[in-house]
């Protein structure tokens, strides 16, 4: 199993533009989520799924949009970047709730 | 609202000594799941332990122990034997027990050092 990949792993963006974060599972977890992380404030909730064709918001929902149209993919839009917008975007899943996630790698977006 | 406070932002400990990294957190359930994650340098996140508010017993694994205190919600994390490998970013996390989502509350981290 590949588990949970994340691309890219690191992007460059000017303020304004759109990009899509995606992320894949192989093990069939029906929950995923996003998170972001940034300086001295550990990880935060974006997004999440609890399975496919059902998502909701996190924390900081705004300025991101997803989806979830297979059990798989889960992506994540940026639809207008903002600086505030840089920071290290995680992946998870898990197969219930309170169990162990497993991560993606990580995916590094510098918005200038 | 839930919160998890690492109140140590960075330790150090030498090689095959014993560390501790506190946790506490705020809560008004009575059930909830409770977690360490470890982030070397890879920047991977990484289990290490998770702990179920309603067992007694603290959960353990291998080298890594917890201290879970309920009525003090407090959830410290001990490392025994310290290794080289063990360097990395350790985040407490909380997750509720009810509900439909699946979202873990973090803390905003302790970085700890093994020197050789």
């Known amino acids: 199993n590949a588990g949970v990949t994340q691309t890219p792993k690191f992007q460059v963006l000017k303020t304004g533009q759109s990009m899509t974060l995606q992320c894949a599972q192989d093990?069939?977890?029906?929950?995923m989520s996003w998170y972001r992380q940034d300086p001295g404030m550990g990880l935060r909730l974006i997004h999440y799924?609890?399975?496919?064709?059902?998502?909701d918001q996190g924390e900081v929902p705004n300025g991101y949009n997803v989806s979830r149209s297979t059990t798989e993919d889960f992506p994540l839009r940026l639809l207008s970047a903002a600086p505030s917008q840089t920071s290290v975007y995680f992946c998870?899943?898990?197969?219930?709730?309170?169990?162990?996630?497993?991560f993606g790698p990580g995916t590094r977006l510098l918005v200038l | 609202a839930q919160t998890v406070t690492q109140s140590q932002p960075e330790m150090s400990v030498q090689e095959a000594e014993t560390v501790t990294l506190s946790c506490t957190y705020d809560?008004?359930?009575?059930?909830?799941?409770l977690f360490w994650y470890k982030q070397p340098p890879s920047r991977q996140m990484i289990l290490v332990i998770r702990q179920e508010a309603y067992k007694q017993q603290n959960a353990t694994e291998n080298r890594f122990s917890v201290n879970f205190q309920k009525a003090a919600k407090s959830f410290s994390l001990k490392i025994s034997d310290s290794q080289l490998g063990d360097t990395a970013m350790y985040f407490c996390a909380f997750m509720n027990y009810g509900g439909a989502t699946n979202k873990l509350i973090f803390g905003t981290g302790t970085l700890l050092a093994v020197q050789p």
């Open positions: 998870a899943s898990t197969l219930n709730r309170g169990e162990t996630q497993y």
């Open positions: 799924s609890v399975g496919a064709g059902i998502t």
């Open positions: 093990m069939n977890h029906e929950y």
């Open positions: 809560t008004s359930e009575s059930n909830y799941y």
